[in-house]
């Protein structure tokens, strides 16, 4: 069975062509993944602009969903579902994609399938390496979210934990900023890192131990903080005199790079050891950095514990991670109504 996943959710419009492969190891193949990235039109805000956003998914999603069609050799006849980002994300994006789905399902008489946006992302391991041995615990790192999720069976996320405040992606986002860096930062924070000394600039680790009064039910001390570490690399910059020379803005990426990295993989392997994890995941446009990747991979190897990671296109937003859970979702005997709404903070 062919399924057509449809991603709104940010400033990617990406439509893609996912097959069952009958393969249970290896269950899913894309077929196409066509993304229309939006970023060159946000770059000169220093972030996403929703309103802009909004209105240029609505001037691509028709070529990008036929596209997808057309690279992937599919009719609208051939889908046997489509599958959609109901949230969350910007409103005013998911709305778009949401539309066109429903009104391509209902034109083309096939089911629908509602898609978290985060059960994409965990996906995302599985499309691109096969099953992960469960239970897994995975990493969902991006520009709007910093959590830790338990996978103990098939579509059965269940979250352990979360940042207090700014996701790691924000927290690259904001630093490249005030340093002068542009949008997005992560790419370039990344280049920079690797010419810098790690250790040149003294920056704070958060560690939390108590359970955040907005989520009792968690224990807490596996939550994530990143807004302090912002804070001191502004309080840096502002202290010195000078304008900071190329060497020290390598210096700043690199220190700040090394305190995210180590924060991140500290709490995941803390979690995959206190779950008895059998497997362990990063997903999400956070896991595109060069540094987490390489240490990811060695702390696996160091515990003979399977690591599992996305190729970079996979990486950041894109409609074939939502194609898959899609057809996850789809097994288990879920589709959704005609009446589907998009919901910006929707739980997963
Ligand atoms: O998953 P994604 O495409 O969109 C969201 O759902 O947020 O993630 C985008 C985020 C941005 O904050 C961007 O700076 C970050 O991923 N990012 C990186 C790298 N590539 C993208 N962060 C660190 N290192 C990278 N190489
Ligand atoms: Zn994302």
Not at 62 to 73: F, G
Not at 180 to 189: A, F, S
Request: glycine share 8%; charged share 20%.
């Amino acid at each position: 069975m062919r399924i057509l996943g449809i991603e709104t959710s940010c400033d990617e419009t990406s439509a893609a062509v996912v097959e069952e492969t009958g393969d249970a190891a290896k269950p899913w193949a894309i077929r196409s993944n066509v993304i229309a990235s939006q970023v060159n039109i946000h770059r000169e805000w220093g972030g996403v602009v929703p309103e802009l956003a909004s209105r240029q998914h609505i001037r691509d999603i028709c070529w990008v969903v036929e596209q997808a069609l057309a690279e992937s050799s599919t009719t609208w006849t051939d889908l046997g579902a489509i599958a959609v980002t109901q949230g969350p994300g910007l409103v005013g994006s998911l709305l778009v994609g949401v539309a066109f789905a429903k009104a391509s399902a209902a034109a083309a008489h096939v089911p629908l399938v509602a898609v978290h946006h985060l059960a994409g992302h965990i996906e995302s391991l599985v499309l691109q390496n096969g099953e992960m041995p469960l239970p897994a615990v995975v990493l969902v790192v991006s520009g709007g979210h910093t959590s830790l999720y338990l996978v103990s069976e098939p579509v059965h996320y269940e979250l352990l934990s979360r940042t207090r405040d700014d996701a790691a992606g924000e927290a690259y986002d904001k630093v490249a900023k005030l340093l002068g860096l542009g949008y997005p930062g992560g790419p370039v924070i990344d280049r920079l890192a690797k010419t810098g000394n790690d250790r040149a600039v003294p920056l704070p680790t958060t560690r939390l131990t108590h359970a955040d009064r907005n989520a009792p039910e968690l224990k807490g001390d596996l939550d994530f903080s990143f807004s302090g570490l912002k804070t001191a690399v502004l309080r840096y910059v502002r202290s010195r005199s000078a304008p900071l020379t190329d060497a020290e803005i390598a210096d700043m990426c690199a220190s700040f790079q090394r305190i995210v990295v180590t924060a991140l993989l500290d709490r995941l392997f803390d979690a995959a050891r206190r779950y008895q994890a059998k497997s362990v995941g990063i997903a999400g446009g956070v896991s595109a950095n060069s540094r987490l990747r390489g240490e990811f991979e060695e702390r696996g190897q160091r515990r003979e514990m399977p690591t599992f990671l996305p190729s970079l296109r996979l990486s950041t937003d894109n409609a074939a991670m939502i194609a898959a859970a899609g057809l996850r979702r789809f097994r288990q005997g879920s589709a959704a109504p005609a009446d589907l709404n998009a919901d910006a903070a929707l739980a997963l």
